[in-house]
């Protein structure tokens, strides 16, 4: 699957990603952003639609996969303020 996404930020409450070419029909997906005790709550929503057939499952699991890797690379860009 290869996907290119557009990234638009409402500062310090969402980000949001939109499809601008891939393997994919559609594709969306929002991080909310929300004040919680010391840190900060994140909530996610993604909807895609592969172009070919593949079960959620699949796309579920690379998700849980490379959250970890993207949550971590935007707290590096966020310290760093040169994204």
Do not use: H, W
């Not at 949001?16 to 709550?41: H, P």
């Not at 690379?62 to 310290?79: D, G, H, V």
Request: glycine share 2%; hydrophobic share 35%.
């Amino acid at each position: 699957m290869e996907i290119y996404l557009q990234v638009t930020e409402i500062p310090s409450r969402q980000i949001q990603f939109r499809l601008e070419s891939g393997t994919f029909e559609n594709f969306s997906a929002d991080l909310d952003l929300e004040d919680y005790s010391d840190g900060t709550l994140i909530t996610y929503s993604v909807q895609a639609t592969p172009t070919f057939p593949i079960p959620a499952v699949f796309i579920q699991q690379a998700l849980q996969l490379e959250m970890p890797k993207n949550m971590q690379q935007m707290r590096l860009c966020l310290s760093r303020d040169n994204c």
